[in-house]
C-alpha cells in the first residue's frame, strides 16, 4: 500500500501559489490548497481595477498544477495539535504539513471615521467597491488618496490619468522608501498628471467624514470618495488558532521559515516574521518565500536539515499611469541607492513584471523546482549574527 504525505497549503496568491506548484516535485505528496476565491488576484493590478483600465484575475487552470486540490474556502482556525484546519463551510482538512500563506489585506486605519468611509484598494472586492463610488462622484469632484507608498502613488496616478482630479495625502515624506532621486522622478511625473501632493508636517489625516478629510493642521479637504492606502495588515487566523505572532500577527518562524511552535508549520509571503525580522510585504519576496516554504516541507519529508533563507531584492518598482513608472534600484538589503529608470522604459519594465509573475507561476506547475531567485542578502546572515535589529518597519506591499 503506497505511503502518502498530505499537505495542505493555506492561501493562493503568489506565495501559496508557488508553495503548492512546487511541493508536486515529490510523488507521494497530496497537495491541498485553500483560498477562499476561485480565481488568482493579481494583487499588483488593484489600482488598475479601481481606475477601470484593467482585469486583475487569472485562471487557477492556468498557473497550478493539476495535482493540487484546489478548495475553495476560507480557512477559520488551525489544530496544530490535531494537525487539521477547519474552513467556513465547516468541514475539517487534515495534513501531515502545513504551509501557512494567507497573504495581507486592509490593515485598521486606527483614524475616526476611516473605517466607515474611506475605501481601501487592498483586496479585489475592495477595488471594485471603490471602482463603483468613482463612478458615482461627479466628474469635477476630486479624490482624496490617503497614504503615499506605492499603492497610494499608483492609485493616485491611476485615476489622475483617466482625467479625475486627486489629491495625494502624504502623511510625512512622498515614497519613504525612495531615495532622494528616484523620489523626485516620482513627483515629476504626479505633477504631470496634475495630482496635488500634500507632504510634510501636518499632512498627518486625523479624521475622514462622508465627504471631506481633516488634517493635523487644520486643513479640511472636500472629498466624496476618500481612498485608504495607508499600510497593510495581516489575518488573525495564526493569532486565533494560538500561534505566536509578531505584533501585527505575523506567524513567527526560525530562518527555515517553520513556525516557533510547531515543526510541521511552515510560513511564507506577506504573513511571515523569520526570527521576528519580516521581509518588506510584496510580490517580490513571496515568490522566494513560497518557493523556500516547499524546499523546507520537503526536505522535512525526506528526513533532511532545512535551510535558512537568503532572499534578497532589487528595489521597487512604482507604476505611475499606464505610460510611464519610476523604478527604483536597491541593494539586496532592500536600501534603496541613487539609482533609477523612469518614464516608458519603467512602465514596459513595470508590465513586463507583472506578466512575468504569472509565467514563473505556470512554470513551476508544469516543472516544478524549475524556479530559482537569483537575488541573496548575506547582511541578514550578518545582522542576525551582531543582533542589529533593522528590520523594515513598513507594510507597504509592492512588486
Not at 485553500?34 to 494583487?43: G, K, L, M, T
Not at 523604478?327 to 518614464?343: E, H, I, M, P, S
Request: net charge positive.
Amino acid at each position: 500500500m503506497n505511503q502518502h504525505t498530505n499537505v495542505v497549503v493555506i492561501g493562493g496568491g503568489y506565495a501559496g501559489v508557488m508553495a503548492a506548484n512546487r511541493l508536486t516535485r515529490r510523488a507521494d505528496v497530496r497537495v491541498t490548497l485553500v483560498n477562499p476565491r476561485r480565481h488568482f488576484v493579481q494583487r499588483l493590478r488593484l489600482h488598475q481595477v479601481a481606475g477601470g483600465s484593467a482585469e486583475a484575475v487569472a485562471d487557477y487552470r492556468d498557473i497550478l498544477a493539476d495535482r493540487v486540490r484546489l478548495v475553495v474556502d476560507a480557512a477559520t482556525g488551525i489544530d496544530a495539535a490535531g494537525r487539521r484546519i477547519t474552513t467556513g463551510s465547516g468541514r475539517t482538512i487534515d495534513y501531515d504539513h502545513l504551509i501557512y500563506a494567507v497573504g495581507s489585506g486592509s490593515g485598521d486605519p486606527g483614524v475616526p471615521g476611516a473605517a466607515q468611509h474611506a475605501y481601501p484598494v487592498a483586496t479585489l472586492e475592495e477595488a471594485q467597491r471603490l471602482a463603483t463610488a468613482i463612478a458615482a462622484a461627479p466628474p469635477t469632484a476630486t479624490l482624496t488618496v490617503v497614504g503615499a507608498g506605492a499603492t497610494g502613488i499608483e492609485t493616485a496616478a491611476e485615476l489622475a490619468e483617466t482625467g479625475r482630479a486627486v489629491t495625494l495625502v502624504c502623511g510625512g515624506v512622498l515614497g519613504p522608501y525612495l531615495h532622494p532621486r528616484g523620489r523626485r522622478s516620482v513627483a515629476r511625473r504626479l505633477a504631470a498628471l496634475g495630482v496635488t501632493v500634500l507632504d510634510g508636517p501636518g499632512t498627518t489625516v486625523t479624521a475622514v467624514t462622508s465627504d471631506a478629510v481633516r488634517l493635523g493642521d487644520g486643513r479640511e479637504l472636500v472629498s466624496p470618495v476618500t481612498v485608504w492606502a495607508a499600510g497593510f495588515g495581516v489575518p488573525d487566523l495564526a493569532v486565533r488558532s494560538g500561534l505566536r505572532t509578531d505584533a501585527l500577527g505575523r506567524l513567527l518562524t526560525d530562518e527555515t521559515l517553520t513556525s516557533v511552535d510547531d515543526v510541521r508549520i511552515v510560513g511564507a509571503g506577506d504573513a511571515v516574521a523569520p526570527s521576528d525580522r519580516p521581509l518588506r510585504m510584496s510580490c517580490q519576496s513571496a515568490r522566494p518565500l513560497g518557493a523556500h516554504a516547499a524546499d523546507t516541507v520537503l526536505r522535512r519529508i525526506a528526513g533532511a536539515q532545512p535551510e535558512p533563507i537568503n532572499i534578497g531584492f532589487f528595489g521597487q518598482c512604482i507604476g505611475l499611469g499606464r505610460r510611464a513608472a519610476t523604478a527604483q534600484v536597491a541593494g539586496r538589503d532592500d536600501t534603496a541607492n541613487g539609482f533609477y529608470l523612469g518614464g516608458r522604459l519603467a512602465a514596459t519594465l513595470k508590465e513586463y513584471a507583472i506578466r512575468s509573475m504569472l509565467k514563473e507561476l505556470a512554470h513551476e506547475a508544469r516543472e516544478p523546482g524549475s524556479y530559482r531567485w537569483p537575488f541573496k542578502d548575506d547582511k541578514r546572515r550578518q545582522v542576525l549574527r551582531t543582533g542589529r535589529d533593522n528590520a523594515p518597519t513598513t507594510v507597504e506591499r509592492t512588486v
